[in-house]
T-cell receptor, first 115, second 113 residues
Framework: EAGVTQSPTHLIKTRGQQATLRCSPI?????VYWYQQALGLGLQFLLW???????NRGNFPPRFSGRQFPNYSSELNVNALELEDSALYLC??????????????FGAGTRLSVL | AQKVTQAQTEISVVEKEDVTLDCVYE???????LFWYKQPPSGELVFLIR????DEQNEISGRYSWNFQKSTSSFNFTITASQVVDSAVYFC??????????WGAGTKLIIKP
């Protein structure tokens, strides 16, 4: 069974551009989570989607946005890129049932470099 | 406030030594979940264990063991007879009442041959 897949693996952009990152969850999982892992800042929660709806959002500006498609895959969009957006962006998925205790399974991430 | 503290930034041991990674958490919730994840150099976070607040039994899985103590709000992770392949960054996390994972800063574990 395929795990969480993310694309692209690496993405290089310049300041002011837009970046689109994609995530396909494990088959049967309806929840998708996005995290930013910047150097020295640890894992920061970005967004949580479940059944196509945004359920929660971390402390990030509105230029970080996303969506979840009917097939539960997800996109993260980052507009007006800034140098400090350079980071590893991790996607995770989980089953929608028993949200309180469910386990998040992670993809390998997209490394975004903003020049 | 919910918080997870991994005070050890980096630990370096020689292969076959035992090593314990510390995790201390803060929460006002009576029901909560704790997790450990491993992040090897490839970057992908690998789930290791989940523990709920009502289950204080220690758990052992091969060379890995976990010691959960509510009295000290700790959920420590021990690797017995460490191997070079255990080298990674290990994260402890707490599931809060909003279903978010609150992450510790991670402990980088270096196992020298």
């Amino acid at each position: 069974e395929a795990g969480v897949t993310q694309s692209p693996t690496h993405l290089i952009k310049t300041r002011g551009q837009q970046a689109t990152l994609r995530c396909s969850p494990i088959s049967g999982h309806t929840s998708v989570y996005w995290y930013q892992q910047a150097l020295g800042l640890g894992l920061q929660f970005l967004l949580w989607y479940d059944e196509g709806e945004e359920r929660n959002r971390g402390n990030f500006p509105p230029r970080f946005s996303g969506r979840q498609f009917p097939n539960y895959s997800s996109e993260l969009n980052v507009n007006a890129l800034e140098l400090e957006d350079s980071a590893l962006y991790l996607c995770a998925s989980s089953s929608g049932t028993e949200i309180a205790k469910n386990i998040q399974y992670f993809g390998a991430g997209t490394r975004l470099s903003v020049l | 406030a919910q918080k997870v503290t991994q005070a050890q930034t980096e630990i370096s041991v020689v292969e076959k030594e035992d090593v314990t990674l510390d995790c201390v958490y803060e929460t006002r919730d009576t029901t909560y979940y704790l997790f450990w994840y491993k992040q090897p150099p490839s970057g992908e976070l690998v789930f290791l264990i989940r523990r709920n607040s009502f289950d204080e039994q220690n758990e052992i899985s091969g060379r890995y063991s976990w010691n959960f103590q509510k009295s000290t709000s700790s959920f420590n992770f021990t690797i017995t007879a460490s191997q070079v392949v255990d080298s990674a960054v290990y994260f402890c996390a707490l599931r809060d009442s909003n279903y978010q994972l609150i992450w510790g800063a991670g402990t980088k574990l270096i196992i020298k041959p």
